[in-house]
């Protein structure tokens, strides 16, 4: 299995801060990575697919980069809204994984 | 406009069966993978199970953790996706999602239910 590791586990920032999350994969998986918001007691969103394109109606503050097992997901100015935990995934290979998930909180 | 609404969720002996259910609508259902993607409660997504699109009839994939208890399938003339889920155990506890792909192989997911909370306990 491919394996997903996220850092850091959970971030304190303040609104307008950029902020930065992490996701090693334990191979390589070509462009198969995804990124993904949810907020408590809800459904996740889907977020960015192929390391960096934004799925229809996200807004550009969200953007992904990455290549071979390095990936990363930055948030341009935080918002209110954009606390949350986020949870990248691999599509390359079964069984597809997640990351353990970034929890994004008010400093 | 996607739309995807689980159904069937419930409190569930150790050992009893369960059938979930996703109704589809607002694109072509046989165009499209689709999941099922679960979530302990206050842990994180673990994905269950796949139905491939119609030019790959409809082949299905599996998580080690629910393979030979939980069987995938959808059925095109109700735009509907199910979950069977056998052999019940109390790490099935989750609430589970619909999940729909972008279109075939490779592609990853775009639109999620709503969930349908799952509890198995004596």
């Known amino acids: 299995d491919i394996q997903m590791t996220q850092s850091p586990p959970s971030l304190s920032a303040s609104v307008g801060d950029r902020v930065t999350i992490t996701c090693r994969t334990s191979?390589?998986?070509?462009?198969?990575l995804a990124w993904f918001q949810q907020k408590p007691g809800k459904a996740p969103k889907s977020l960015i697919y192929?390391?960096?394109r934004l799925q229809s109606g996200v807004p550009s503050k969200f953007s992904g980069s990455g290549s071979g097992t390095d990936f990363t997901l930055t948030i341009a100015s935080l918002q209110p809204e954009d606390f949350a935990t986020y949870y990248c995934?691999?599509?390359?290979?079964?069984?597809?994984?997640f990351g353990g998930g970034t929890r994004v909180e008010i400093k | 406009e996607v739309q995807l609404v689980e159904s069937g969720g419930a409190l569930v002996q150790p050992g009893g069966s369960l059938r979930l259910s996703c109704a589809v609508s607002?694109?072509?259902?046989?165009?499209?993978?689709m999941d099922w993607v679960r979530q302990a409660p206050g842990k994180g997504l673990e994905w269950v199970a796949r139905s491939k699109h119609k030019p790959e009839n409809y082949n299905t994939e599996y998580a080690a953790s629910v393979r030979g208890r939980f069987s995938i399938s959808r059925d095109d003339s109700t735009n509907s996706l199910h979950l069977q889920m056998n052999s019940l155990k109390t790490d099935d506890t989750a609430v589970y999602y619909c999940?729909?792909?972008?279109?075939?192989?490779?592609?990853?997911?775009?639109?999620w239910g709503q969930g349908t909370l799952v509890a198995v306990s004596s």
């Open positions: 999940v729909r792909t972008r279109g075939g192989p490779y592609s990853a997911f775009d639109y």
């Open positions: 192929d390391v960096s």
């Open positions: 607002g694109f072509i259902f046989s165009d499209h993978y």
């Open positions: 191979q390589g998986i070509s462009i198969r």
């Open positions: 995934q691999q599509s390359y290979a079964y069984p597809l994984t």
